[in-house]
């Protein structure tokens, strides 16, 4: 049998069985119906495909948009909806290499999570402080901000971003490629800055990213889950639990010590799952990762009464099964955490807090989690997951684009579900009214630059923000994820995609713009 050539760029039309595969991202509760998918290999390819797409005719005047795939992870329709007309699809572009003449390691943006840890460390003893899902793509983790469990010991990893290569497009329909360096001058040094948590999508499509000083991992860390079964606690051990989680993250914010290294998740699940969570990692190639750990269990498990367990069931997008905390390799515990979750559909909502939680946010959380309110709701995957946040986060390398630097705690509320499920309704309601009535006392979101609050995330995208309805906070989305960056990313937009070609409905907007 021979083989099958290389293909060149390839445009998937309707008919094409890949069709309904690459028409949808990983969150399916969107699928969108596009002209046609276009994976490109090169950035060569890209402006190709970019300046076709551009200056194509819309066969339907309801589809419009223009969209980019790296991971296909974003939360919210902004790839795949029902306006876009086009998908460039960048996942063949996922090589890495070290860059001699920028003296910088060099990541292709289709490549994901996975494609750093396996490929990049091994080769360098490199590493970026992203995120623990594996298939997430680079092309937006990174210029949102991403972060993860290295990120309290090495910062995010916009903190490492030297250049980036951006396919933009000019005033007369004209798409090129534009390299932009941090050390450049204006107008492309803010280029740069804008990819390093302005959010993606919004001023062109990046090809490649080049970063410096990158961290190397621990050699080994101490991995430790456990659980505790919702039925032995009551109001009070539920709030000490969370106080106890909140309060070392907030007594514990030194990057040098191993304590300001330990990153967590407290999984805060319905009570449908019949379980709370708890994972954390160490770096113990410090000598007192050991017993920074030992430490950290004992402020959160030892002041309370329930006894801790396994984990008997999925958590949100972990399912970590230890008979006791081990030592592994980082690799090893990086693969052994990394978890995408199952093909289903998803709704989201974040929270940066500067301090620990309040009464009112601890009772509502306790009261909505199906103790008082939604108590007949039956869903294993509806939770409030809590990461430990700061350290060296809060000690950025250089300006970026990435606002919340104060942050202890950054929140992910999540609600999953299968297509089709007759209860969507219901599980969409569950996560807004849980969300607004933690934040009642701040208009219903986390307010930015409040006195416990501090924002959102544009890597959870929620368009909920953008509704009255359930932001009556004074402040609208722009604030909330950008605060006084904004304006200085408008200008960027401004330069750089004049004709806003690149927009969804929580993108950068012109002047004017809707």
Not at 289 to 299: K, Q, T, V, W
Request: net charge negative; aromatic share 10%; proline share 5%.
């Amino acid at each position: 049998m021979s083989e099958v050539p290389a293909l060149p760029s390839t445009t998937v039309r309707p008919g094409d069985k890949r069709y309904p595969a690459l028409s949808r991202g990983f969150n399916q509760r969107w699928i969108a119906e596009p002209e046609y998918v276009r994976l490109v290999r090169t950035p060569d390819e890209v402006v190709a495909a970019l300046a076709d797409a551009v200056n194509e005719e819309p066969q339907d005047p309801e589809r419009t948009r223009i969209t980019v795939k790296s991971g296909g992870h974003c939360y919210e329709d902004f790839v795949c909806g029902d306006d876009v007309r086009v998908i460039l699809d960048l996942s063949p572009m996922y090589g890495m290499y070290y860059d001699s003449a920028m003296k910088a390691y060099c990541v292709e943006a289709g490549a994901t999570n996975w494609h750093v840890y396996s490929h990049l460390y091994p080769a360098s003893r490199k590493a970026l402080p992203g995120g623990s899902c594996y298939s997430v793509g680079l092309g937006g983790h990174i210029p949102a901000g991403g972060f993860g469990l290295l990120s309290r010991q090495h910062g995010l990893t916009v903190d490492y971003l030297y250049a980036v290569e951006v396919a933009v497009v000019d005033a007369d329909k004209t798409a090129r490629l534009v390299v932009a360096k941090r050390d450049d001058e204006e107008p492309l040094s803010e280029l740069l800055w804008a990819h390093t948590g302005g959010g993606g999508g919004n001023f062109g499509i990046v090809t490649r990213f080049w970063f410096r000083g990158l961290p190397e991992p621990p050699t080994r860390v101490l991995l430790t889950a456990m659980a505790w079964d919702w039925e032995d606690f009551t109001k009070d051990e539920f709030a000490t639990l969370v106080n106890a989680y909140a309060e070392y993250f907030r007594d514990n914010q030194d990057a040098s010590t191993a304590a300001g290294k330990l990153f967590a998740m407290l999984k805060l699940n319905h009570v449908s799952n019949g379980q709370l969570g708890l994972l954390a990692q160490v770096d113990v190639d410090d000598p007192d990762g050991p017993r920074a750990m030992s430490d950290f269990i004992a402020a959160v498990d030892g002041r309370i009464g329930p006894d801790a367990t396994q984990m008997r069931t999925a958590m949100g997008e972990h399912f970590v099964h230890l008979d006791i905390p081990r030592v592994m390799p980082w690799l090893t515990a990086t693969q052994a955490l990394n978890a995408s979750g199952e093909n289903r559909c998803g709704k989201y909502k974040s929270a940066y807090l500067r301090k620990p939680f309040t009464e009112q946010q601890i009772d509502a959380m306790w009261a909505y989690l199906g103790n008082e309110e939604y108590v007949d709701y039956v869903n294993k995957q509806a939770l409030i997951q809590v990461d430990s946040y700061g350290s060296a986060v809060n000690s950025p390398l250089h300006d970026t684009a990435a606002r919340q630097r104060d942050s202890i705690l950054k929140m992910q509320y999540q609600v999953y579900w299968t297509r089709q499920d007759v209860e969507e309704d219901t599980h969409i309601a569950w996560i807004r009214d849980i969300y607004k009535a933690t934040f009642a006392e701040t208009g219903g979101v986390p307010v930015a630059d409040g006195d416990v609050t501090d924002g959102c995330y544009i890597g959870y995208p929620d368009v909920d923000l953008n509704d009255e309805r359930w932001n009556e906070s004074g402040q609208s989305w722009e604030t909330l994820y950008y605060k006084d960056a904004y304006e200085r990313l408008q200008e960027v937009k401004r330069h750089w995609d004049p004709l806003n070609v690149f927009s969804h409905e929580q993108s950068i907007r012109l002047d004017g713009a809707p």
